[in-house]
């Protein structure tokens, strides 16, 4: 059942109780006062009803004062937001047109940038909790990538990289200059990451751009091995470039240079650090992507001065041929 209604007394409203008091107060006690000095009772009746209507005027001047001086506090608050909001908006807009603005300005194409936002907006915090948090790892890996790579020229990526080397060298427009190390490619041509690496130069090199390779051997008898042999013929029919460099052939000054490197365009140094010099044991501990433009041409003369003192590995049972 519907409960009563609750009756509120009156000095649950003090505010109420002390206008009443305060108005009719002064009346009564000019009405007292008044017939104490033996006025007559209409006098009396007059003066504390004018006492008490201007007891009243009075409290409500007060009142008004208090209401509108509460009235222009919550409006200069509410200017003051209003001001902040829009100063925030402005902000906004002008920082939006500005980054639109470095965008157009970059050698990046504009749509891909923008086909990234618009894509990365349809993952809601609603997806999927490993899906949410693994796009935003995703984004801010790239975001890292691209500061370290315009901010230091070089990113280093700790274990074996195979997006950077794929990307690149379908991306070449020039040249792909390689150092290949027994430490690090020892079972690079027969993996899967290899042979996809290895098509990928094919393609490059069947459009007319260079492809050169230096296979460094650690020992002079290792041009006699089998698994060599196949893999120099299998890249020359491929219009790959290849030369071998023995080790004990390499000059003083350029022996503590050697390393696994690729050179693209002469523009990007692309560099692999094995876990240990043994061929049979070796991983890739780290590979490094350098862009600075000192480095990369430092990486570029050892090419080519290395290429100046390699040699072919004579007549190949298979003639080269175009495929």
């Known amino acids: 059942m519907p409960s009563a209604p609750q009756t509120v007394p009156l000095s649950g409203h003090p505010s109420l109780f002390r206008g009443v008091f305060l108005t009719v107060g002064p009346a009564v006690v000019t009405f007292l006062v008044v017939r104490a000095l033996n006025q007559p009772l209409a006098t009396a009746i007059m003066l504390s ?15 008004f004062e208090m209401r509108l001086h509460a009235v222009e506090t919550l409006q200069q608050t509410g200017s003051e937001e209003m001001r902040h909001l829009v100063g925030t908006a402005f902000s906004e807009i002008s920082e939006a047109t500005e980054l639109f603005g470095l965008i157009e300005a970059s050698a990046v194409q504009t749509d891909l940038v923008t086909q990234l936002v618009r894509n990365s907006t ?17 984004i801010k890996e790239m975001s890292d990538f691209l500061k370290e790579l315009a901010e ?20 070449a427009a020039e040249s792909i200059d390689a150092i290949s190390l027994a430490a690090v490619d020892h079972d690079l041509w027969q993996s899967e990451i290899g042979r996809r690496y290895l098509d990928a130069q094919r393609q490059v090199a069947r459009t007319g751009r260079r492809v050169r390779r230096i296979f460094v051997l650690d020992r002079p008898e290792a041009e ?25 052939a390499v000059p003083g000054p350029l022996q503590i240079q050697v390393r696994d490197l690729i050179v ?30 000192s480095r990369v ?9 290395l290429w100046d003192i390699s040699r072919d590995l004579g007549d190949s049972p298979f003639a080269p041929d175009s495929i």
């Not at 230091?152 to 991306?171: C, I, K, Q």
Request: net charge negative; hydrophobic share 40%; glycine share 4%.
């Open 49 to 63: 009803i004018l006492i008490g209507s201007l007891a009243l005027l009075v409290r409500l001047l007060i009142n």
């Open 122 to 138: 349809r993952i809601t915090p609603s997806s999927p909790p490993i899906v949410y948090q693994f796009v935003q790892s995703k």
């Open 152 to 171: 230091g020229g070089a990113v280093t990526y700790y274990g074996e990289d195979r997006e950077w080397l794929l990307g690149l060298t379908r991306n």
């Open 224 to 248: 006699h091995d089998p698994a060599l042999r196949r893999v120099y013929d299998e890249q020359r029919r491929m219009l790959i470039d290849v030369r071998l460099l023995d080790r004990s």
């Open 264 to 293: 693209f365009d002469d523009a990007v140094a692309y560099e692999t650090t094995p876990t240990t010099s043994d061929p049979e044991q070796a991983q890739v501990a780290e590979t490094r992507l350098v862009l600075t433009t």
């Open 297 to 305: 041409k430092e990486c570029a003369q050892l090419f080519r001065e």
